[in-house]
């Protein structure tokens, strides 16, 4: 069975910084790419930023300079460093994973982590 599982979030005054992660784990072949989405509350949810198995990366232009995608091939793991965190980036941030399974690609939602920031 393939899980997805994000970690990192809290609460954090604007200006703070915090780093999420998101690992894969299960009977996995590949990963084609590993992503960060993010919804506040009566939004839709909305691309953050991704990055590809050859490691090229996206970003909205809103996180653009302040949040950076990374990964760790070896485990499996996507990090999503956040920096001059705004309030307006408070919003459950989901991580998703596309992932080749048994020679097929599939996609896989976590369950989303908390970022709070106060002003």
């Known amino acids: 069975q393939v899980q997805v599982v994000e970690s990192g979030g809290g609460l954090v005054q604007a200006g703070g910084s915090l780093r999420l992660s998101c690992t894969a784990s299960g009977r996995i072949d590949s990963i084609s790419a590993m992503g960060w989405y993010r919804q506040a509350p009566g939004k839709q949810r909305e691309l953050v930023a991704i990055?590809?198995?050859?490691?090229?990366?996206n970003y909205a232009d809103s996180v653009k300079g302040r949040f950076t995608i990374s990964r760790d091939g070896t485990k499996n793991t996507v990090y999503l460093q956040i920096d001059s965190l705004k309030p307006e980036d408070t919003a459950l941030y989901y991580c998703?994973?596309?992932?080749?399974?048994?020679?097929?690609?599939?996609?896989?939602w976590g369950q989303g982590t908390q970022v709070t920031v106060s002003s």
């Open positions: 990055i590809a198995s050859g490691g090229k990366t």
């Open positions: 998703k994973a596309n992932l080749v399974v048994e020679r097929y690609e599939y996609q896989y």
